[in-house]
């Protein structure tokens, strides 16, 4: 066999060609090292989307031409012989952008931009092959994109204005459609617009959409005969093989050799697991392993057939074969539905997955089931040997099959079902779209005409350490008549002795392992009775036995003061950066270019929660050709220890580590892949100490900062004395991690002897520059901190983002060199830190009519291994203690918490969520205590004008009523509790529930001197305008709204004025962008410095009327006018002393309301939100657009914190959810079905302080996500009184699938119950 070594290949239109490419090289890394940097880096691990690009492929066989969406971060470089690639870059510009591109952009779907190339290629790879899809189409689309900042809902949007409605039918033969207006088939312009469900924004003209005017497949490519190749590099061998013979010959050659074809599980492997595969064998392009056939009694699939492929080929059986022989087929069907996402299914295959044998494989249970057969081939001296191996001998032990070394999975043989036999797949998942199964099943059973079952195949996923069958009950069920109700409670009996899972099980949730086995035992036996006309079923157990199905989604904004008159500030207009954002040419730290000399640096860390370090050693590191240098707590020139409020940091850990990930020191090499060999050569000894990880072990071990928060205010004792009733009783929320999509980065430039130009995306850039001078030893003045924009931060680049600029600047200072560090996913979820987990106390007095005098509450929050914020947390917390409700007598106490997880840190909401959480869920409690209604409870506590709150704050043009009541009656609150009422006692499994809250959200930042900002404004000779301000742009849409007041207060057209970035030496000693004060503070400094500007013009501009701006400009330079200005603006009124519990505390109030109805299924946990309304109370908004985007996307980032975001350590207190796979973010399909959004209308708005009367948004809607909890728990509710079970229930935040099972405490959780014995830990835990 001879072997070319050279790669050829297209990518944007134009042919490539790479003589031996390193095959351990992606295809992300190659396009973002030839300056395509709009393809991005979220995660590595094709868990987010960010790197999607588009693989177009011929068939020449088929004589087609195929499109696919892919994870660029899996798929190797060296796989792409042969195909066309269309990265973000080939399809638009800023200029001339893709349809898609411009509709993202005008329909406000692209906030952060992190995300978007990603979403837009998504789409893009949909459109390609199918110009004409369904609504649902488009939605689907997205399953493999993360978006943390919009809530989806926009980017949906955009999707649908290329749907077709009439296509929604996917049987229907669609026909090319002529899209007439904007673009969208219910366009207005065809008068079939549905005004409830259409934001009140201006209509937006778009482009038209023209399928045929894309990029076409090469010609050249068409003719393009593929050889077999061999690339190599000192670490790595790849062979690519084009057909059958060659590959059974290389893999005789190489016994040992890996075969890659989707890298779905191999790039893992390399990537996270250290696995090292020397030679691997592609075997993606051998058309003997993609080929399928119909056979008599079975389907036969090339093992290579993607799982995208083998979807297409499952519809075609499912016409081509008989009703009854398609039973294995539909199930399978159906199952790969959920399998992973768009981009993993388009690329991994069969033989991929079944050779992987991952216990949660949602395909092994139907092969295994069916009895399916699987045919091995290998070389038996130059001849091709075949032999088939039935699937249930296959797999001979963990990780173990029966394959020879020689031997390659050639293909699949699943059967036909017979007559009588009944197949059905089941999943539950963390998340129901985009994850891995937590258990899911194919059960298969034969009857005959007697309904007894003759044959009964149970798969399991996820109960053992592989996939696995059931023969207890197998044997059980078999002669035994299906539809006797006996039966099936003894076949359960027999299940659960089958799975004894014990309480420290790998994987944990033992108990709700075992109850999703009797979960979907129950919906098949249903689910076949029904079927096979063995008995009807009663309606309330027939609504069950599927699982929840989402319908299409829709969404509407009700603005309610647009644009108020004024010409610019209140416009919705897009963010300032969309076009470019959308088009890939937006900039972030990685993509910036790389300056000759320049560095990586990645960090050391440690691996303990507490110990000692006794020594540390990089020698072996250093010895690594390309390894610069290693940086430890001796290498810092200036001062090693920092701290936000107490000095408790260290840049590099001297003595002592506090937490697993904690820095210790800094390698620095020429490429990030050296530094991370590196780094896992760096010796350290630990001497390890106890340590503590939960909030419940450090009560218990009295661990906590020095530092206690607490007011009061009234007579408590007296308080209590006065009621009627006294409750006591606890509520306790989990972590939640930032998951910006842009990870933690810096890029350290050194200057002229000691000048630093510093590139960091961080939210405090005034902090950076002083910290690194600091940590250098040298002035403030030396250094520069500059910020572009920042890909979404959510706090989380307050502080955190400090620890590795600082860092850096220490290599840097040494080596004189740039140096760059982008931290992975997993590092930067290691190494920053999250959202306080909370434990409340609570104690509380009412009246016998509900009215509450006094209440107590004890706050412990998880600060981590470092103080960070958590004093501050503590204290905004105990000022959110009140939440909407007036209570005379309180005593808020907050016990910041000292253990040894990585440092918890700022988060939006800075600890209000939490305190809104414990609030609630203590209302709720006592409501059902004393047996009244927990919304006539909220409403008669409900704040009223005038009252003052527990920190003396009298409320003023105070409308939480009006709002609150303005969504009770959109939402139709009462009437559709009514109708939950009707649902809920006709449908078994199947529960909804429906929750109300009103919020109150203070604005100002309670340290005084931080409410403060500045701004500088500069006039160009031509007119232009640059102004620069001390907020940073992280997808917020800060820059957008400043451009709008500085281009109104100019009077000037907008688009003659620009902001080019946030840095230090422009506006000095700015205030860190957060608190949701971001437009407020700047936008008033903005306003100050262009007012000034103004002032100065006016006379020239009343002496040129008829001029331009720029001839006026002119006439005041030639008079020496000053044409820059700078602003300045300190918040009025407040200043709040807590000792004294005197001054104003906040300078207004940002107010909301949500209403959201969930349904669950309580034999899975499953649940999906039906509907949401919220109105918020934003003033008079300097863009609804922005704010509704931010309403929403907080909206959405609080119902993951409240739902499937759970992070979890091991107990040897490593972080568990280090990604992605395991760490669920909500996805596109996770937000409620019927979304609508209101603004306040009534408001007395002149009164607000605050910049043209606005009110800051970015954090309050977060809290609403607690709607959704709430309604989880009614939920909940309504299934327990099913069974009689009316004790309170007890339910932590997050409302995962497995505490929402376990929760409805019904007669099969009691059954499976998994106790814990003495000395057992869990697998992991919560802290
Ligand atoms: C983000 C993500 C989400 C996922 N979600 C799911 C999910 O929901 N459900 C699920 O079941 N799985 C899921 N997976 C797992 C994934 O489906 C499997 O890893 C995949 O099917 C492997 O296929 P591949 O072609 O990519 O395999 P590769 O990574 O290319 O190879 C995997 C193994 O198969 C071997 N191999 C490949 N072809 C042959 C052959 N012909 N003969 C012998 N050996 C061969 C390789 O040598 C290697 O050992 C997910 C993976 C990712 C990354
Ligand atoms: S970077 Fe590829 S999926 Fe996240
Ligand atoms: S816009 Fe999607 S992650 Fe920021």
Request: proline fraction near 4%; include cysteine.
């Amino acid at each position: 066999m001879t072997f070319g070594n050279k790669l050829r290949f297209y990518l944007n239109g134009t042919s490539v060609e790479i003589d031996n490419p390193d095959p351990d090289t992606t295809l992300l890394n190659y396009v973002r090292s030839i300056g395509l940097t709009g393809t991005k880096l979220g995660c590595g691990e094709g868990g987010c989307g960010a790197c999607t690009i588009m693989i177009s492929s011929y068939n020449q066989t088929l004589d087609k031409i195929s499109h696919i969406s892919a994870n660029a971060c899996l798929t190797p470089l060296c796989s792409i012989d042969g195909k066309h690639i269309i990265t973000i870059e080939g399809i638009g510009n800023v200029k001339n952008p893709h349809p898609i591109q411009e509709r993202l952009a005008l329909l406000h779907g692209s906030q952060c931009g992190f995300c978007t190339p990603g979403v837009v290629m998504s789409l893009y790879s949909l459109l390609r092959n199918n110009p004409n899809p369904s609504e649902e189409e488009a939605e689907e689309c997205f399953d493999g994109n993360l978006c943390r900042c919009t809530g989806y809902r926009p980017i949906l949007d955009t999707a649908k204005t290329f749907a077709c409605v009439e296509n929604n039918d996917p049987y229907k033969n669609h026909e090319p459609q002529e899209y007439v207006g904007c673009g969208k088939v219910d366009c207005c312009k065809l008068n079939n617009v549905d005004t409830t469900f259409n934001h009140n924004f201006s209509q937006i003209q778009f482009k038209k959409y023209d399928a045929t005017q894309e990029l076409i497949f090469p010609p050249s490519l068409m003719k393009y005969a593929p050889g077999p190749l061999h690339f190599h590099s000192s670490k790595t061998k790849w062979f690519r093989p084009v057909n059958l013979d060659q590959l059974l010959l290389l893999k005789t050659e190489y016994p040992n050799a890996t075969l890659v074809s989707g890298n779905t599980r191999v790039g893992i492997e390399t990537k996270f697991e250290n696995i090292k595969h020397d030679v691997q064998i592609y075997v993606g392009d051998i058309p003997e392993l993609k080929s399928w056939e119909f056979k008599e009694d079975g389907l036969s699939l090339g093992a290579n057939m993607t799982i995208a492929r083998v979807q297409d080929v499952l519809k075609e059986a499912c016409n081509y074969y008989k009703p009854h022989q398609i039973q294995i087929f539909e199930a399978l069907s159906e199952n790969l539905k959920r399998f992973a996402t768009n981009q993993i299914r388009n690329i991994s295959t069969l033989a991929g997955n079944i050779i992987d044998n991952s216990s949660t494989s949602d395909l092994i249970p139907l092969l295994l089931s069916s009895e399916s057969i699987f045919s091995l081939s290998s070389l038996q001296s130059t001849l091709k040997k075949s032999r088939p191996v039935p699937s249930v001998s296959f797999w001979t032990g963990y990780n173990q099959d029966c394959r020879a070394s020689s031997e390659i999975l050639e293909s699949i043989f699943i059967p036909c079902s017979n007559h009588g036999q009944y197949v059905r797949a089941y999943k539950q998942s963390k998340r129901h779209y985009g994850d891995r199964a937590i258990v899911n099943a194919v059960l298969s059973i034969s009857l005959d005409h007697n309904s007894q079952v003759q044959k009964a195949c149970f798969a399991f996923g996820g109960m053992n350490r592989a996939v696995v069958r059931a023969p207890n009950a197998e044997n059980f069920v078999e002669g035994k008549k299906w539809g006797d109700e006996n039966v099936l409670e003894q076949l359960i009996e027999v299940l659960c002795e089958e799975f004894q899972l014990s309480f420290s099980v790998i994987g944990g949730m033992a108990t709700y392992r075992k109850t999703l086995i009797i979960g979907f035992i129950n919906k098949f036996w249903y689910d076949v009775t029904k079927s096979a006309n063995i008995a009807a079923l009663s309606p309330d157990i027939e609504n069950s036995i599927g699982e929840i199905k989402r319908s299409i989604s829709k969404g509407s904004q009700t603005i309610g003061r647009p644009e108020e008159g004024n010409k610019i500030v209140g416009k919705a207009i897009s963010h300032e950066s969309a076009i470019k954002q959308t088009t890939g040419q937006a900039v972030y730290i990685d993509d910036m270019p790389r300056i000759e000399g320049e560095l990586c640096g990645v960090f050391v860390t440690s691996q303990k929660p507490h110990a000692k370090i006794l020594n540390i050693d990089p020698t072996q590191a250093l010895n690594i050709p390309g390894v610069k240098g290693f940086f430890s707590s001796k290498d810092v020139p200036g001062k090693n220890s920092w701290g936000i409020f107490i000095e408790d940091e260290e840049i590099f850990a001297s003595k002592e580590v506090f937490y697993v990930g904690q820095i210790i020191g800094l390698i620095v090499a020429e490429t990030k892949k050296i530094a991370q060999e590196a780094k896992d050569l760096v010796k350290i000894e630990y001497e390890e100490l106890p340590y503590i990880l939960t909030i419940e072990e450090a009560i218990e071990q009295n661990s906590y900062y020095p530092m206690t928060p607490q007011l009061a205010q009234g007579d408590i004792e007296k308080g209590f004395k006065e009621v009627d009733h006294i409750f006591e009783g606890e509520a306790r929320s989990g972590a939640q991690e930032h998951f910006y999509m842009e990870t933690n980065a810096a890029f350290i430039i050194p200057k002229e002897e000691e000048e630093f130009e510093v590139h960091s995306g961080t939210q405090n850039p005034t902090q950076t520059q002083r910290n690194i001078a600091e940590a250098l030893g040298i002035a403030a003045n030396k250094v520069t901190c500059r910020v572009k924009r920042v890909g979404g931060a959510f706090g989380g680049k307050e502080i955190k983002s400090l620890l590795i600029s600082m860092g850096l600047a220490i290599g840097a200072w040494h080596l004189k060199k740039p140096i760059r560090c982008v931290l992975d996913r997993n590092e930067d979820m290691i190494i920053t830190g999250q959202r306080h987990p909370f434990l409340g106390r609570w104690k509380i007095g009412l009246t016998k009519d509900g009215k509450i005098l006094a209440c107590e509450l004890k706050f412990y929050l998880n600060g981590g291994g470092t103080s960070d914020v958590s004093k501050e947390v503590a204290q905004v917390a105990i000022f959110a203690s009140d939440a909407s409700y007036y209570i005379p007598n309180v005593r808020f106490i907050g016990y910041p918490c000292k253990t040894n997880i990585h440092s918890n840190t700022a988060f939006r909401g800075f600890g209000q969520p939490q305190a809104l959480f414990i609030v609630e869920t203590m209302l709720n409690d006592v409501a059902e205590r004393m047996g009244i209604n927990a919304n006539e409870l909220r409403e008669k506590n409900l704040y009223m004008e005038g009252q003052k709150t527990p920190y003396n704050q009298k409320l003023e043009n105070w409308c939480l009523p009006s709002v609150y009541q303005q969504v009770k009656e959109t939402s139709e609150f009462e009437k559709r509790k009514k109708e939950i009422e009707e649902f809920n006692s006709n449908n078994k499994w199947r529960k909804r529930g429906i929750a109300l809250l009103p919020i109150k959200y203070g604005v100002s930042y309670s340290a005084l001197f931080m409410n403060q900002a500045g701004a500088l404004v500069h006039i160009y000779l031509d007119g232009s305008v640059l102004i620069s301000h001390g907020g940073v742009e992280m997808g917020q849409g800060l820059h957008t709204k400043m451009l709008q007041i500085a281009s109104e207060a100019l009077d000037v057209p907008i688009n003659t004025v620009h902001l080019m970035e946030y840095a230090t030496n422009l506006v000095i000693n700015s205030s860190p962008t957060s608190g949701s004060l971001g437009s407020d503070l700047n936008g008033n400094a903005v306003h100050n410095a262009c007012k000034i500007l103004a002032e100065r013009l006016k006379p020239y501009r009343e002496k040129m009327p008829d001029k331009s701006f720029g001839e006026i400009v002119k006439a005041a330079y030639h008079d020496r006018v000053n044409l820059s200005a700078n602003g300045f603006y300190k918040a009025p009124d407040i200043g709040y002393d807590i000792h004294k519990n005197e001054g104003q505390l906040f300078l207004y109030y940002t107010t909301g309301a949500a209403c959201s109805e969930v349904e669950i299924d309580t034999l899975t946990g499953d649940h999906t939100i039906l509907r949401t309304d919220i109105c918020m109370d934003i003033g008079r908004s300097l863009n609804y657009a922005i704010d509704v985007g931010q309403i929403e996307g907080g909206f959405i980032q609080g119902v993951g914190w409240c739902t499937n975001e759970q992070t979890l350590h091991f107990p040897n207190g490593n972080l568990y959810t280090t990604g992605p796979e395991k760490y669920k973010i909500p996805g596109a399909r996770d937000i409620p079905q019927d979304f609508r959004i209101y603004t306040y209308k009534g408001a007395k708005s002149s009164n607000i302080k605050s910049i043209h009367s606005s009110k800051g948004i970015g954090e309050p809607p977060l809290l609403l996500g607690n709607t959704v909890f709430f309604a989880i728990r009614e939920a909940i509710k309504a299934a327990r009184k099913c069974n009689n079970n009316n004790a309170p229930v007890v339910l932590r935040l997050p409302a995962t699938p497995e505490r929402i099972r376990i929760a409805c405490d019904d007669e099969i959780v009691r059954k499976c119950k998994v106790e814990k014995k003495d000395g057992e830990v869990p697998w992991v835990i919560e802290t």
